[in-house]
């Protein structure tokens, strides 16, 4: 099953702060490139100067998820949920997170909530269909 990810590192220049925008460049190349040690340390290093920025919290899961470290990156999701618990993006991505590690119920309360917040939520709507499909599936299979 494929749940869609909104962790398209261009739509996290949205949520870069004006800070880290000139390095931006840098760290896309990096990410592009397999980089990932020293694209995660530029971003820890802004994370030191600025260590309350939501975007660049936000950027480090989206890298660490993109590097294939889903437990990690769901981590600063979970600090970004209790911080803004009103976000419906962040609500979507740790229910996409869940779904790539296979908890499936957190993800489908995460998708739920994600569209309680924004009602025409379309990521939030598909990965929810996802999940359905995917529990009517196993549902017949027994």
């Given amino acids: 099953m494929k749940v869609k990810c ?9 949520y870069t702060s004006l800070s880290f925008a000139s390095n931006w460049d840098e760290i896309l190349k990096l990410i592009k490139n397999g980089n990932e040690t020293e694209a995660i340390a530029i971003v820890n290093q802004y994370i030191q100067k600025y260590p309350n920025d939501p975007e660049l919290i936000f950027l480090r899961g989206a890298t660490l998820d993109h590097f294939g470290k889903t437990r990690e990156a769901k981590e600063n999701f979970l600090i970004l949920c209790n911080k803004y618990p009103k976000d419906p993006i ?15 119920r957190k993800a489908r309360v995460f998708f739920e909530l994600a ?3 924004k009602t025409d939520y379309k990521e939030a709507k598909n990965n929810l269909s996802l999940i359905q ?4 599936v196993y ?3 027994k």
């Fill in 133 to 136: 499909k995917q529990d009517r």
């Fill in 115 to 117: 569209l309680k917040l």
């Fill in 90 to 104: 962040i609500k979507n991505n740790l229910g996409v997170l869940y779904a790539k590690l296979g908890e499936y």
């Fill in 6 to 14: 909104i962790f398209l590192f261009i739509a996290c220049l949205a």
């Fill in 139 to 141: 549902l017949t299979s």
